[in-house]
């Protein structure tokens, strides 16, 4: 299937907008670690058939009292598995007739699950996808007709935030679950301890390298938690963004036809750091970055590190923990190359909510995912767990409530809004990019134990990217 580039190009207008509105897997989505498998679902309450086909598709509202049993799925931490099941019992109270049966997992052992259903023809009625979602373009069932039809409102999201989980020709694919973006979480206590200075905004690599190994070196903790699945993120989509110009270069080209660089030699000072600092014991080796299942037992969550990469959806989660213990936590831009350069960050969509194209009650799904976005007492419950909600009245109810590590969310959000950024950022990925990302973490191993060096490393890495175009 040819895949058809989405608007997650995010034009520098829409990153302005966020700073006035408060706004906030897979290889370039909500990346950071996530936690080991878990399935559950509700208790079947008795299936029956479904309206007809006809009706759903149609965008008429579904008022029929027969018994409707939606299957749904996710991925992510066990808060976000215990405010989502918490919200579909609230759904279910106000639909008596529509029984839920969910299932969630880890982030890898979700996409295992999703390529069986699949392959099969049976993906849930409603599921939930990342940046890599055009690998399942077949499975969604677009929501234009029941936007149209007022089925799924969206009355209170701007046009910027419908476009980016919009295709180019403007096929509604899903909504999003929530801005997001990345950055670096941080135990104060542990840096003001090791006598490091606490990051700003125009940190560096190299500031974030010596304050791994300082606070390694004058606490006996790691500086820095390994990146996991974020490491292809940080040192590729990232680390050459912030080369040039803003705008400059991209790992690959903005319609992925190729690569967006043509120097291999450009990634080699970020491949050499982090082998460094794994070789010397700031950050964890492969073996000790296995026992990371999730984001709640990240080593910098347990107290073990100073450091680690986050979605930022994921800080007041991490925050809450640390606070409980006594401890507290900051969260920082992503370093750059050099403080004046490109800060390399964009806002984007956390994931999304899609209607399978397998579902029976196709309507009745996506009045749930119009539920689940818009209805303020849901995400009074949800408080952003996925991302800052694309609905501006819920978005300002939120904040005006907002916990403290919520409002360091929603803060940093507003504050990479002002972030100088390219016109246009291309967070999706070709066909064939996994085995690069496999590979990639592979080759800094590989360096870290003299096999090869980062110069090989960085030339194998590009050599891997190009040939998926060839």
Same mark, same amino acid.
């Not at 209607?355 to 009074?380: G, L, P, R």
């Given at each position: 299937?040819?895949?058809?580039?989405?608007?997650?190009?995010?034009?520098?207008?829409?990153?302005?907008?966020?700073?006035?509105?408060?706004?906030?897997?897979?290889?370039?989505?909500?990346?950071? !670690?996530?936690?080991?498998?878990?399935?559950?679902?509700?208790?079947?309450?008795?299936?029956?058939?479904?309206? !007809?086909?006809?009706?759903?598709?149609?965008?008429?509202?579904?008022?029929?009292?027969?018994?409707?049993?939606?299957?749904?799925?996710?991925?992510?931490? =066990?808060?976000?598995?215990?405010?989502?099941?918490?919200?579909?019992?609230?759904?279910?109270?106000?639909?008596?007739?529509?029984?839920? +049966?969910?299932?969630?997992?880890?982030?890898?052992?979700?996409?295992?699950?999703?390529?069986?259903?699949?392959?099969?023809? =049976?993906?849930?009625?409603?599921?939930?996808?990342?940046?890599?979602? &055009?690998?399942?373009?077949?499975?969604?069932? &677009? /929501? %234009?007709?029941?936007?149209?039809?007022?089925?799924?409102?969206?009355?209170?999201?701007?046009?910027?935030?419908?476009?980016?989980?919009? %295709?180019?020709?403007?096929?509604?694919?899903?909504?999003?679950?929530?801005?997001?973006?990345?950055?670096?979480?941080?135990?104060?206590?542990?840096?003001?301890?090791?006598?490091?200075? /606490?990051?700003?905004?125009?940190?560096?690599?190299?500031?974030?390298?010596?304050?791994?190994?300082?606070?390694? +070196?004058?606490?006996?903790?790691?500086?820095?938690?390994?990146?996991?699945?974020?490491?292809?993120? $940080?040192?590729?989509?990232?680390?050459?963004?912030?080369?040039? +110009?803003?705008?400059?270069?991209?790992?690959?080209?903005?319609?992925?036809?190729?690569?967006?660089?043509?120097? @291999?030699?450009?990634?080699?000072?970020?491949?050499?750091?982090?082998?460094?600092?794994?070789?010397?014991?700031?950050?964890?080796?492969?073996?000790?970055?296995?026992?990371?299942?999730? #984001?709640?037992? %990240?080593?910098?969550?347990?107290?073990?590190?100073?450091?680690?990469? *986050?979605?930022?959806?994921?800080? &007041?989660?991490?925050?809450?923990?640390?606070?409980?213990?006594?401890?507290?936590?900051? /969260?920082?831009?992503?370093?750059?190359?050099?403080?004046?350069?490109?800060?390399?960050?964009?806002?984007?969509?956390?994931?999304?909510?899609?209607?399978? =194209?397998?579902?029976?009650?196709?309507?009745?799904?996506?009045?749930?995912?119009?539920?689940?976005?818009?209805?303020?007492?849901?995400?009074? *419950?949800?408080?952003?767990?996925?991302?800052?909600?694309?609905?501006?009245?819920?978005?300002? @109810?939120?904040?005006?409530?907002?916990?403290?590590?919520?409002?360091?969310?929603?803060?940093?959000?507003?504050?990479?809004?002002?972030?100088?950024?390219?016109?246009?950022?291309?967070?999706?990925?070709?066909?064939?990019?996994?085995?690069?990302?496999?590979?990639?973490?592979?080759?800094?191993? =590989?360096? *870290?134990?003299? +096999? #090869?060096?980062?110069?090989? @490393?960085?030339?194998?890495?590009? $050599?891997?990217?190009?040939?998926?175009?060839?």
């Amino acid at each position: 299937m040819k895949k058809k580039l989405v608007s997650l190009f995010i034009a520098a207008s829409m990153v302005a907008s966020l700073t006035a509105c408060g706004g906030n897997d897979s290889s370039n989505s909500s990346a950071a !670690p996530e936690e080991t498998p878990k399935e559950t679902s509700t208790e079947d309450s008795g299936k029956a058939d479904a309206q !007809p086909e006809e009706a759903e598709a149609s965008g008429q509202e579904n008022t029929s009292d027969e018994q409707i049993t939606l299957r749904m799925a996710w991925w992510g931490s =066990q808060t976000r598995h215990d405010l989502t099941v918490e919200v579909i019992e609230m759904y279910e109270k106000e639909h008596p007739n529509v029984n839920i +049966e969910y299932e969630f997992f880890s982030f890898d052992d979700y996409f295992t699950k999703l390529k069986t259903l699949v392959a099969s023809d =049976q993906v849930w009625d409603i599921f939930q996808l990342g940046g890599n979602f &055009p690998m399942y373009m077949d499975k969604i069932y &677009p /929501l %234009d007709e029941y936007v149209e039809s007022g089925v799924v409102d969206v009355s209170k999201i701007s046009d910027a935030y419908l476009k980016i989980t919009q %295709d180019f020709d403007g096929t509604q694919l899903g909504l999003s679950n929530g801005l997001n973006t990345y950055g670096i979480a941080y135990d104060v206590d542990m840096f003001n301890a090791a006598g490091v200075a /606490l990051p700003d905004e125009n940190w560096t690599w190299d500031d974030y390298a010596a304050a791994a190994r300082a606070i390694h +070196e004058n606490t006996g903790n790691f500086g820095t938690s390994g990146f996991s699945t974020s490491e292809f993120i $940080a040192g590729c989509s990232t680390y050459i963004g912030q080369l040039g +110009e803003v705008g400059e270069y991209s790992f690959f080209n903005l319609d992925l036809t190729g690569m967006g660089f043509d120097d @291999a030699s450009m990634l080699e000072p970020y491949i050499q750091m982090r082998a460094d600092l794994i070789k010397e014991g700031a950050s964890p080796d492969a073996g000790a970055e296995a026992e990371v299942t999730n #984001i709640e037992n %990240d080593f910098l969550v347990t107290g073990e590190s100073g450091m680690t990469w *986050v979605a930022v959806n994921q800080f &007041p989660t991490i925050y809450d923990i640390c606070k409980a213990e006594g401890r507290t936590l900051g /969260l920082a831009p992503l370093p750059r190359v050099t403080s004046d350069g490109p800060s390399g960050a964009a806002i984007q969509s956390s994931q999304m909510l899609c209607v399978s =194209q397998d579902s029976e009650h196709k309507q009745a799904a996506a009045e749930f995912i119009s539920w689940f976005q818009n209805s303020t007492e849901c995400n009074n *419950v949800l408080q952003g767990e996925r991302g800052i909600p694309v609905n501006e009245d819920v978005r300002a @109810a939120l904040k005006a409530n907002a916990a403290e590590g919520q409002q360091i969310m929603y803060d940093f959000v507003d504050l990479v809004g002002t972030f100088e950024m390219p016109e246009k950022v291309n967070v999706l990925s070709p066909d064939g990019q996994d085995q690069v990302v496999d590979n990639y973490r592979n080759y800094i191993q =590989q360096v *870290v134990f003299g +096999e #090869i060096t980062a110069k090989e @490393a960085a030339e194998k890495t590009y $050599a891997d990217a190009q040939a998926i175009f060839e």
